[in-house]
């Protein structure tokens, strides 16, 4: 069954969801689990907009059969399974668009690339409402994301140049100007995924520093494929290439420096008395990373589910998945 195409989607939805199907399409290779949840937030709010006219009737029925076989088809997908890992997916995603074209708009670095990435993180925070409503600090990062694509865009139009970063004198008040509609942003070209190498650091506050890659409250993002949890389902109305994360803690002054100056060194013996791999250790990492946005959505269950397999796997050397 294909994907239903811009092409399909009726008149009375079109200004609706049409950005968001736009996303889905341009990430179905890149990015399934992204695709996946940007028609999920389709399918749903066509849902509010409208059910009862024919041709939305049957676009919509479309869709949600669409998004079943998709679950289907990826069933290995813990981001799609399990909605504490899509949440953390789509907010870390969201939020590597949103730095790279903060550090680019304020490194005066205009372009359409620069306006389709702080539009299409705007729409991923939308999207993101999938699963309720977004904490303050997101809320505030898609206001500004939203607020700056229709900035620097109008600059540009009219042969002005951008100030970047926030607008020294109004640029809080700024963020309340709404985007009208009608200024062009469907035909922006330009990347929407951010650049593979982004990272992570501690940086915190709504607008980062140049060089910044991430408040500290942001989740990791779980990798592609992983344990087998008991998977989540998506409620839906009516009856909801991927860009790892290259984060690496870097040992401080006070831990891990003894390491680095010793040739020989060897990590300690295992308390358990087995002998794990290097892959067993990463495992056990992804274990954790799981329990850690779970914990970030305060889902006690799923925290304690991953940190017992992790506590068994390294323990024991077998993986509990």
């Known amino acids: 069954m294909s994907a239903p195409s811009l092409a399909d989607i009726p008149a009375s939805l079109k200004s609706s969801i049409q950005k968001y199907m736009r996303i889905a399409n341009e990430h179905e290779r890149r990015d399934p689990v992204i695709s996946y949840y940007c028609r999920l937030y389709a399918m749903q709010h066509g849902m509010t907009v409208d059910k009862q006219s024919p041709e939305a009737r049957k676009f919509l029925v479309s869709l949600m059969d669409y998004l079943e076989k998709s679950k289907q088809t990826l069933a290995d997908e813990e981001a799609v399974q399990n909605e504490v890992c899509g949440q953390a997916h789509l907010e870390n995603y969201a939020l590597k668009l949103f730095l790279y074209a903060d550090n680019e708009d304020r490194a005066g670095r205009f372009g359409k690339n620069v306006i389709k990435a702080f539009l299409t993180s705007s729409q991923l925070l939308d999207v993101m409402t999938t699963f309720g409503e977004l904490n303050e600090d997101l809320a505030k990062n898609r206001q500004y994301a939203r607020w700056k694509a229709f900035y620097i865009n109008k600059c540009l139009q009219n042969g002005e140049t951008p100030v970047a970063g926030p607008l020294p004198e109004d640029g809080e008040e700024g963020l309340?100007?709404?985007?009208?509609?009608?200024?062009?942003?469907?035909?922006?070209?330009?990347?929407?995924?951010?650049?593979?190498?982004?990272?992570?650091?501690?940086?915190?506050?709504?607008?980062?520093?140049p060089g910044a890659h991430a408040p500290p409250s942001t989740p990791q993002d779980p990798p592609r494929s992983g344990s087998h949890q008991a998977p989540q389902s998506h409620h839906y109305p009516g009856g909801s290439s991927h860009p790892s994360s290259s984060?690496?803690?870097?040992?401080?002054?006070?831990?891990?420096?003894?390491?680095?100056?010793?040739?020989?060194?060897?990590?300690?013996?295992?308390?358990?008395?087995?002998?794990?791999?290097s892959q067993q250790y990463q495992t056990g990492i992804r274990y954790c990373k799981f329990a850690s946005s779970a914990m970030q959505y305060e889902d006690a269950q799923t925290a304690i589910e991953n940190l017992t397999k992790a506590l068994k796997l390294l323990t024991t050397g077998v993986d509990p998945k």
Do not use: C, E, R
Request: net charge negative; glycine share 12%; aromatic share 8%.
């Open 247 to 277: 984060y690496q803690p870097q040992p401080g002054p006070s831990q891990g420096s003894h390491i680095a100056a010793s040739n020989d060194w060897t990590p300690p013996p295992n308390p358990g008395g087995v002998q794990l791999t």
């Open 176 to 209: 309340s100007v709404p985007v009208p509609s009608g200024v062009g942003f469907d035909n922006v070209a330009g990347p929407s995924v951010p650049p593979s190498n982004m990272t992570f650091s501690t940086d915190s506050g709504l607008f980062p520093t």
